[in-house]
């Protein structure tokens, strides 16, 4: 991938800082913002920041791997994590836009322009923005913020698989997948889980 859909921006703004989540869709643990601004003109010169691509398309190894490019090369960045209570009281769409504002908040430097993964955004920071469907897929700054949101989550979850190693949190990260499931069939749910996330498996509505 390369900053292709950057660079006519950057003819007229200098800082732009591209958005994306992870961590709508699991039964526990947090959802987690990225967000990245990357120099003015900055073009991947080969390695593998030309691999960048949606976080869910490329593996562990390599999510790793660009993390560390990510933050060598990117004039600022950074995550956001919302936590289980919070998506229960506010709801996960609330909360997902809590992650991502806070993650802008954070960055070093201040964004004249955000562009922000998905169709939806609500913002209080009172900075410009476009909303870009598949983003994670199609723009390298938006790429960039997936890939290190995942790492960051997925960090998460397996210092809780460590504390809650019934429920295999290292290998599906919260996911309704049937082993995940059957493991809070047979324990019920610990503090990660998001208790407004129902199962039907258990009579829930």
């Known amino acids: 991938m390369k900053t292709d859909y950057e660079f006519p921006l950057w003819e007229t703004t200098e800082i732009i800082c591209g958005i994306d989540e992870v961590g709508r869709g699991p039964l526990a643990g947090p959802v987690v913002a990225g967000a990245v601004v990357f120099p003015r003109w900055f073009r991947p010169d080969g390695g593998v920041l030309e691999e960048l691509n949606d976080s869910k ?61 998905g169709n939806r955004f609500k ?50 990260v919260g996911y309704g997948t049937r082993e995940h499931v059957r493991a809070i069939i047979e324990h019920g749910r610990c503090p990660i889980h998001r208790k407004s996330f129902k199962l039907r498996q258990l009579g829930e509505k």
């Open 57 to 117: 398309k490329l593996s562990a190894r390599v999510r790793e791997q660009l993390t560390r490019e990510i933050k060598t090369h990117a004039l600022g960045w950074a995550v956001s994590a919302v936590e289980p209570d919070i998506i229960d009281r506010i709801n996960i769409l609330q909360a997902t836009m809590l992650a991502m504002n806070h993650a802008v908040e954070s960055l070093p430097v201040i964004p004249e322009l955000l562009l922000v993964d």
């Open 123 to 172: 913002t209080s920071l009172g900075i410009p923005y476009t909303t870009i469907v598949k983003g994670d897929s199609k723009v390298f700054s938006i790429a960039a913020a997936s890939v290190l949101a995942k790492t960051h989550r997925d960090g998460i979850m397996a210092a809780y698989s460590a504390e809650w190693p019934e429920y295999g949190f290292e290998r599906h």
